[in-house]
């Protein structure tokens, strides 16, 4: 069981840290802190949840299921900043989202006191670690904390089903996926942790025992519900940043191979070395270290080279643009070996402006680096590409 609880508090954690990571300044987004913070409440309820947890929670306080008040009071205040998300996410004017957001603190957080204040007045001396909610179902006090918990929980899921059905007429694309995701997770919840709830300790009302629906099906699928919860929330924020970091990657190691015949001449200062670095930022990096190169080499860059290598490509078959870029490979080929064997620049050097250089973004470099990979080292294609140009 706190196999199965940690595992999903670690699970909201990493989704939590890898949404509040993403730039630029997410603090001062209240949809991206209010997202963070209620997948963050959602591990914490959790990891409260555990039998480990509780037991160790008892054991410190030295008040026997104390663990339970504070699971309850976490699990109302997750429900309270689901519903301040709903509101976040719904806009709409500052002053009625601030009222909004005023009126669901207010009212959980008086959940969260009568739920302490009964617990306060209830006789639970008998530590329960797993079966705490059947075990006291009919003990006066408790049975109105355990039922006010359960309603709190209800009230928010029963509001976003709601709120998620209504807007997934509404909108398309990764944000209507969300909703659904979102709608799917809080479905889950209601039918499997509460409706299993619910009837364990109704069961125990009319005199039966069903506390298995309440011990052994309810904390998995309450964990499966809030994954697939999260996963909605987070998706429509995280997804269209994570197929740009992919791109990026993918485009990184693509410049590798100009990378590694210019790096030699480029005076582009070294970011700080981390693994906590995103692909786009390394991209970036490497785009403006090459460029610096490019411009280092440019009183290297023989038109006659260029001319040849033109001709020879058309020659071959290409298209006029495929045969620029082989063309600019071959210059380029030949002036990092000029300045790599240490040869004094050309006296007249080319001032043909690089297809690379007049677009914007990684398209123009990934070209010129794919060509690079097509191209002979210059020594062996040197003498050839001459005479070609002299014939």
Sequence with gaps: MSLVVYGAAVALTLSAVVL???????????????????????????????????????ELTGIPNFGAPLTYGMLSAYSCSLLILLINWRGGARERVRRLIRDCVLAYGALIVAIVVLFALADARAERLTDLDTYYANTPFMREMIVLYLLGHTAAMAAMCAVCRKWGREVTGLLGAGLRLILIGALLDLVGFQVAKYTAVVARWTGHDLDFLST?????????????????FVLPRLLPAAVAHWCGLRDYWRLGPLWSRVAFVSTAPKPPVSWWQL??????????????????LAPYFDE?????????????????????????????????????????????????????????????????????TRTPPWGTAREGTVRAFQD
């Design 20 to 58: 509040f990571r993403r730039p630029p300044r997410p603090v001062h987004n209240p949809l991206t802190v209010s997202t963070c913070v209620a997948i963050l409440l959602g591990a914490l309820v959790f990891c409260c949840s555990a039998p480990a947890t509780l037991a160790a929670v008892n």
């Design 216 to 232: 052994s099906v309810a904390p998995p699928m309450a964990a499966l519900g809030a994954l697939v919860c999260s996963a909605g």
């Design 279 to 296: 692909p786009l930022e390394r991209l970036h990096w490497r785009e403006v270290a090459i460029h610096d190169a490019l411009l280092a």
């Design 304 to 372: 006659r080279v260029r001319q040849a290598a033109l001709s020879a490509a058309l020659g071959d078959g290409r298209s006029p643009h495929e045969a620029r870029v082989a063309a600019e490979a071959a210059m380029l080929a030949a002036a990092a070996h000029r300045a790599a064997a240490r040869e004094a620049p050309l006296t007249d050097p080319s001032t043909y402006r690089l297809h690379a250089t007049e677009v914007s973004g990684a398209a123009g470099l990934v070209e010129l680096a794919q060509a690079l």
